[in-house]
């Protein structure tokens, strides 16, 4: 009598990849115990994980903080996008030279009157002037600054605040120029750079860092800036209080946070409150200069 063919042990079906259901296999996932193809194993401590495994099992590892909270990041990449950005602004001023006047900072205010700018509904220049420039010493001074000072406040704060920190401060000098000197056009990122010299001199500080430097840097600056003429010092004060104020936040808030996930949680929260105070702020002291401008 002949046996079935569900008898025969050789007729068992064969394991195949539970992604490649064409792909014959005898390697298992050692966490779900999956079948799993060559293309779908992951090296593990004890033999092979899929992808998924590996997958869930990154979910779950914190990721690495800088010393104020921010994801730490393998290269400086937002101070190589605010370099990028700025050249191209200048090449693009060079090809098209009516962009300064029709990018740059400028309140609007032709003798008394009112005859365009900000105060016309033109918001946008209230940043887009940061990436313009005046001259190549003026890009190649605030490039440097950026490239030397930038690298650091990013590795010691994480690519979101340091990109809010630059943004802010570059708004802060442009709205103390619209408050100020509503008539004056005026172009560059000295406003963000002078941001980012109070801000490495206040985080230096809470760090314990020495930050004489930075402090001799601020003193030449700003000598300069109330010295050598057609230099906008609205933008460099009102960036550089913007970046004090700002930084210090970052810096100091909260006081004092439990550790583990809940601290960390506690100061993502009160830094992102701080970052939309500042833009509050920032935003009625324009809205603020505007009203009085045109009254």
């Not at 105060?119 to 220049?125: L, P």
Request: glycine share 12%.
């Amino acid at each position: 009598m002949s046996s079935s063919a569900s008898s025969d042990p050789g007729a068992q079906a064969v394991p195949t990849c539970f992604r490649h259901p064409d792909r014959e296999t005898y390697v298992r996932c050692t966490r779900c115990d999956r079948p799993i193809c060559p293309e779908c194993m992951r090296e593990a401590p004890v033999g092979h994980q899929c992808v998924q495994c590996v997958a869930e099992g990154q979910k779950s590892v914190p990721r690495t903080r800088t010393v104020f909270g921010g994801a730490v990041a393998q290269r400086p990449y937002v101070t190589l996008a605010l370099l990028g950005l700025i050249v191209v602004g200048f090449l693009a001023q060079a090809v098209v030279p009516q962009l300064t006047w029709l990018l740059g900072m400028w309140g609007g205010m032709v003798q008394g009157q009112v005859v365009g700018g900000v105060m016309a509904g033109q918001w946008y220049r209230l940043i887009t002037a940061a990436f313009l420039h005046g001259g190549i010493v003026h890009l190649l001074f605030n490039g440097f600054a950026l490239f030397i000072i930038g690298r650091q406040l990013e590795d010691w704060l994480g690519a979101g605040r340091y990109l809010a920190l630059w943004v802010l401060s570059a708004l802060g000098g442009s709205v103390l120029s619209l408050l100020v000197q509503p008539e004056q056009l005026s172009v560059g990122a000295s406003g963000a750079i002078f941001g980012l010299f109070g801000a490495i001199f206040v985080i230096g500080r809470r760090l314990g860092k020495d930050t004489r430097f930075v402090v001799g840097l601020l003193v030449i600056n700003l000598l300069l800036t109330f010295t050598v003429p057609q230099i906008s010092w609205t933008g460099h004060v009102g960036g550089l209080v913007t970046g004090l104020a700002l930084a210090a936040a970052y810096a100091y808030l909260p006081r004092s946070a439990p550790a583990g996930p809940a601290g960390q949680q506690a100061r993502t929260r009160l830094h992102i409150a701080a970052t939309v105070v500042c833009v509050l702020v920032l935003g009625l002291l324009a809205a603020a200069g505007v009203l009085y401008w045109q009254r």
